[in-house]
Nanobody, 117 residues
Framework: QVQLVESGGGLVQPGGSLRLSCAAS????????MGWYRRAPGKQRELVAA???????NYADSVKGRFTISRDNAKNTVYLQMNSLKPEDTAVYYC???????????WGQGTQVTVSS
């Protein structure tokens, strides 16, 4: 019954900002890492940013210094603040949430981010 729902995507001009949110509609037990992936046109899906339950983060080199991932454990919600957006950031962004016991990865349906003038 767990469902991840992304929001915050849309069309933005180069240099602009967006904040993506991903919230679980149901209860998630033994939650672990959460993160954001993206699939750009003609490219494979890649990890954008990830965050552990304790708050340790890592980012793709292409977004370091521009994107910030954060989470609210009480709400089982993860965020992605995206600044200084570039056209090459255009992609469908997918939220992912892992549980520890049992090991499982939940996926959101994706939200479109388009960076264009």
């Amino acid at each position: 019954q767990v469902q991840l729902v992304e929001s915050g995507g849309g069309l933005v001009q180069p240099g602009g900002s967006l904040r993506l949110s991903c919230a679980a509609s149901g209860s998630i037990f033994s939650s672990g890492d959460m993160g954001w992936y993206r699939r750009a046109p003609g490219k494979q899906r890649e990890l954008v940013a990830a965050i552990t339950r304790r708050g340790s983060t890592n980012y793709a080199d292409s977004v370091k210094g521009r994107f910030t991932i954060s989470r609210d454990n009480a709400k089982n919600t993860v965020y992605l603040q995206m600044n200084s957006l570039k056209p090459e950031d255009t992609a469908v962004y997918y939220c992912a949430a892992d549980t520890i016991v049992p090991p499982y990865r939940y996926w959101g349906q994706g939200t479109q981010v388009t960076v264009s003038s």
